[in-house]
């Protein structure tokens, strides 16, 4: 089992839908979660972090954190085709020195 | 501007022919951190250090140095680079805190012929 899985896709919404992008983690050490967003042939940005149980929210975006479930997920709402990208899910395992576990990605694409 | 600087963007090498790709940050960060990217495998996480002096490795560390002397810069070695070593890298920092909120560089495209 892959430490980070997410559906790698393509994900496919209509404009003004809502995106639900998943991830899933297996190692319960893990303790902070993050959310980025790569175009393609760029570098990758923060969309959102979230550290503790529920929801986080900022601006179109909504983060959610599920620690018993070991699942963490982002809304995407009133999506747009600028936000056609892939979404990097990364988890955080202090216990294990720092390492930063990436997942491989999800395709999103926001059809106009 | 903060920012996370790499060099050189572009590289196209032969086996064998050791090479330095440089990472410096202005940010006063303490944790950086070296990355490839490969369809279909994601970002793995190749070498790490919380500070200077301080280095550990990451997922696929093998055929891959580095060193951290100052604060500023982490540069990624590669003593005798080989064809599977093609790969998209970027370099990270951050502060070392609960957050970790990592900043990425521009990217290194290396192809290693």
């Known amino acids: 089992q892959k430490e980070v899985e997410q559906n790698s896709g393509p994900l496919s919404v209509p404009e003004g839908a809502i995106a639900s992008l998943n991830c899933t983690y297996s190692?319960?050490?893990?303790?902070?979660f993050f959310w980025y967003r790569q175009y393609s042939g760029k570098s990758p940005e923060l969309i959102m972090s979230?550290?503790?149980?529920g929801d986080k929210e900022d601006g179109r975006f909504t983060a959610q954190l599920n620690k018993a479930s070991q699942y963490v997920s982002l809304l995407i709402r009133d999506s747009q085709p600028s936000d056609s990208a892939t979404y990097l899910c990364?988890?955080?395992?202090?216990?294990?020195?720092?390492?930063?576990?990436f997942g491989q990605g999800t395709e999103l694409s926001v059809k106009p | 501007e903060a920012q996370v600087t790499q060099n050189p963007r572009y590289l196209i090498t032969v086996t064998g022919k050791k090479l330095t790709v440089t990472c410096s940050q202005n940010?006063?960060?303490?944790?950086m951190s070296w990355y490839r990217q490969d369809p279909g495998l994601g970002l793995r996480q190749i070498y790490y250090?919380?500070?200077?002096?301080?280095?550990d490795k990451g997922d696929v560390p093998e055929g891959y140095k580095v060193s951290r002397k100052e604060k500023r810069n982490f540069p990624l070695i590669l003593e005798s680079p080989s064809p599977n070593q093609t790969s998209l890298y970027f370099c990270?920092?951050?502060?070392?805190?609960?957050?970790?909120?990592?900043?990425f560089g521009p990217g290194t495209r290396l192809t290693v012929l």
């Open positions: 990364a988890v955080m395992i202090y216990n294990q020195g720092g390492k930063l576990i």
């Open positions: 190692d319960r050490g893990s303790q902070s």
């Open positions: 990270a920092s951050s502060h070392w805190t609960a957050g970790n909120e990592q900043f």
């Open positions: 940010m006063n960060h303490e944790y």
């Open positions: 250090s919380m500070n200077v002096e301080v280095t």
């Open positions: 979230i550290y503790s149980n």
